[in-house]
């Protein structure tokens, strides 16, 4: 992935070694987070629903990804229809089997599965 | 009746040549009452013009008669209707029929129907059709396809939060606008403009990882929080049920570990509380050996997130020492092995301290071994205190981005002047080790040194102690005022003692012994009795003085291995936990057992008080009893 010369990070004008220095901290970050202790997989998925990164296969990815997204979209929509001045934070949901963590962004959506081990 | 002439009263009286007169009449064909000026509008002229022409025709009298000729139309439908007259005609041409020959009877059977055919004839017109089937030419088709116009379907949905967000963006906008309107040179425009520019094209062209930080980080704590979702539960829920049979006694229950790999050969130095964040502490990491010094690492940990630490900060030489600033909890003030001090700035995302003090600026020549932040100066400027073995106590302030140090009171060792060369008095230079600012009384602080003493000092004498205490026999690793009592402070040291005094007697009011020695004692912030000592050989005491005075209530070894020492101990300001460093690196997260909390038992009948006046009565009472002059023994 090209590193950008000059650009925003997160609405931050940031100059070029401060922004690499955020994007190597966000690259570390994921993969601690992949690394942790019966985390199955991640997904990164971008404003449209296409996933842009994965460690996943292909199909389970774009599965994830495309039902994910829309569930989301309407648990904000839910949040904030009630108060507008709120927002989703994080969306969890436990299963038999393992348990899907999501975090929307403004632009962006982190899909972690994980099974705790009990 | 008579014959006479009757003439009405007002009949004309003339005289006769008048009535000879000859009045002539003519007569016209002109209708006198016909109007003669009748005008019509012209819209060629756009005028009124007036009609030469006026019809003269004059009615006298109209009368519209009830005959109708019977072959007319009107006639011959209203005697169909009537049916009479057709009976009369059928008679008639009968009769017509008759006189004619035979055969013609027929026919005059036929007229009938025919007549009556004709009557049923609606079609007043007499209609009949007259079509004519034309041959109709073959029909080509010419049409053409092109491509359709390309669409796009565009949908949305009008919910309460797009429209909230619609109006703050307006908002936003008209800010902004405002505030360029302030910023009024055109060259500063066109700079924005281009950068403005730039801004979007790269924008456009990296597809971004940095802009999932954030989700990224709540995650991460999500995850942890899954796996360490059992410690979770225990730090937040869990109160020992077995303390109540344990007979005053409680237990330290192990949660969370914090270690970092690159801090693994490090000993914790110093241990702090976030001031505002209650789950974020920062420990400073170096080493405690003089032969072994390499680097050191500043990290700050959440308990949200026990497996990475948040900030990490490397620098050349190892932290003894850390303080973060009550009104500025983004500020951490950090004391060096080589006699620095350093501001970090956890604002800033830079990982060198803000300001770094230098051989020029006045540093320690020995290590730093504790800093303090100290209210803000007259002039609304940082200020902290820092005190090192080469027994200065310096203030230092932070003005105009520069570290201004100056020496509040050099420790000397009293009655120990050497005869110098020349004939000079040299005073041997105390080393101090540890101190404490008192929490209500601005300028009274404690000083303790490597020697054993504690002395009393205040801030506005530079060359005199207020007071001088015997305190121990070898170093004092830690003095610490009572949060709640006034007069009272503790101090422990490495010739395994652990006292408590009162600042105004000579003699500790309690000793106690640990067995090895004491690395650092803390106060507890609920409650004025209760305090926490950890010992080299990896054991935790916590003492409560209103329950025993003579014993620790709790004395429970915390780290696994035993080569591991203990160096430092931190009371949460409000969760009932303790963090522990060794000198691994570690730093252990540990519960406090119910019975290690007690709050003065409310007597039946009595209100339940609060506040600190409590917590100080409390430790009044037990001062008391011990106060006793040298009557009573104690260990």
């Keep these: 992935m090209p590193l950008p010369l000059k650009g925003t990070c997160n609405g931050m004008l940031l100059t070029c070694s401060a922004l690499v220095t955020a994007w190597a901290e966000v690259e570390e970050t994921l993969k601690r987070i992949q690394a942790h202790k019966g985390v199955i997989g991640t997904i990164v998925v971008n404003a449209e629903g296409i996933p842009i990164r994965t460690t996943l296969d292909n199909s389970t990815t774009v599965q994830y990804a495309g039902l994910l997204h829309q569930l989301t979209m309407k648990a904000r929509s839910t949040v904030r229809d009630i108060d507008p001045q709120n927002d989703l934070t994080f969306l969890r949901i436990r299963s038999k089997k393992h348990e899907i963590m999501v975090a929307p962004d403004k632009e962006y959506l982190l899909i972690v599965i994980q099974n705790p081990c009990e | 009746m008579s014959k006479t002439l009757l003439k009405p009263p007002d009949q004309l009286e003339l005289t006769e040549a008048e009535l000879k007169e000859e009045v002539t009449r003519i007569l016209t064909a002109n209708n006198p009452h016909a109007p003669q000026n009748i005008v019509r509008y012209s819209f060629k002229e756009r005028a009124y013009k007036p009609i030469s022409y006026v019809d003269q025709l004059a009615i006298h009298f109209s009368l519209d008669g009830n005959l109708l000729l019977r072959d007319s139309d009107e006639g011959r439908r209203q005697s169909a209707k009537i ?172 949660l969370w570990k914090f270690q970092y790999d690159k801090a693994k050969r490090l000993a914790v130095t110093a241990i702090c509380w976030n001031p505002k964040y209650k789950d974020l502490f920062a420990v400073g990491h170096g080493s405690y050996d003089f032969m072994k010094q390499s680097r050191g690492m500043l990290l700050l940990y959440t308990m949200k997130n026990p497996s990475f630490p948040e900030y990490i900060f490397n620098s050349e030489s190892g932290i003894m020492c850390l303080d973060i600033h009550n009104d500025h909890p983004y500020l951490l003030v950090v004391g060096f092995y080589d006699g620095n001090v350093a501001i ?88 101090g080790t540890s101190f404490d600012f008192h929490k209500k009384i601005d300028y009274l602080f404690l000083v303790g040194t490597e020697e054993g003493k504690i002395y009393k000092c205040s801030k506005s004498y530079s060359s005199q102690f207020l007071d001088t205490f015997d305190a121990h026999h070898m170093a004092v690793d830690a003095v610490s005022w009572n949060p709640y009592h006034m007069k009272v402070f503790i101090s422990c040291s490495s ?27 803390a106060w ?56 522990i460093g060794d000198d691994r690196g570690h730093v252990t997260c540990l519960k406090l057992s ?15 008080q609060k506040g600190p006046e409590v917590e100080i009565t409390k430790l009044d009472k037990l001062l008391n009893l011990v106060r006793e002059p040298a009557n009573k023994p104690k260990k």
């Design chain 2, 83 to 254: 049916g009479l007259e057709p009976e009369v005609e059928e008679t008639e041409v009968k009769e017509e029929g008759s006189k004619e020959d035979i055969p013609e009877a027929g026919e005059g059977e036929e007229p009938p129907p025919h007549s009556r055919k004709e009557q049923k004839l609606t079609n007043q017109f007499n209609f009949c059709e007259r079509a004519s089937q034309t041959f109709n030419n073959p029909v080509r088709e010419r049409a053409c396809q092109m491509e359709p116009p390309p669409r796009a379907t565009f949908s949305a949905t009008a919910n309460q939060w797009e429209i909230y967000d619609a109006y703050v963006e307006e908002l936003q906008k008209l800010e902004k606008s405002k505030e360029k309107e302030k910023q009024k040179p055109l060259v500063a425009k066109k700079e924005d403009k281009a950068r403005g520019r730039k801004l979007t094209s790269l924008e456009s062209q990296s597809d971004d990882v940095t802009k999932v930080t954030k989700a990224a980080k709540i995650v991460e704590r999500m995850v942890n929080q899954n796996t360490f979702d059992d410690l979770a539960q225990d730090f937040k829920y869990f109160e020992d049920p077995a303390d109540e049979y344990r007979d005053q006694e409680g237990t330290l229950l192990p």
């Design chain 2, 344 to 431: 970090y700035n956890l604002k800033k995302s830079h990982s060198q301290p803000g300001y770094k003090s230098s051989a020029k600026s006045g540093k320690h020549t020995d290590p730093v071994w504790q800093v303090k932040w100290q209210k803000d100066d007259l002039d609304n400027n940082l200020n902290f205190f820092s005190i090192s073995s080469d027994g200065r106590i310096v203030s230092w302030t932070l003005v105009k981005n520069e570290l201004v140090h100056s020496d509040v009171i050099k420790l000397s060792v009293e009655g120990t002047t050497m005869e110098g060369p020349e004939g000079l008095q040299l005073q041997t230079i105390g080393c």
């Design chain 2, 495 to 521: 010739d395994w003692t652990v006292k408590i005094w009162d600042h105004t007697i000579k003699t500790p009011m309690f000793i106690f012994d640990l067995n090895s020695a004491v690395g650092d004692v």
């Design chain 2, 524 to 579: 507890a912030p609920y409650s004025s009795t209760i305090f926490a000592a950890v010992t080299t050989d990896g054991k935790a005491h916590v003492f409560d003085l209103s329950i025993n005075k003579y014993e620790a209530i709790c004395s429970q070894p915390v780290v696994a291995k035993k080569k591991n020492k203990i160096t430092h101990v931190q009371f949460n300001p409000i969760y009932p936990i303790i963090i």
């Design chain 2, 594 to 608: 119910p019975n290690l909390r007690k709050m003065p038992k409310e007597k039946k009948g009595q209100e339940i």
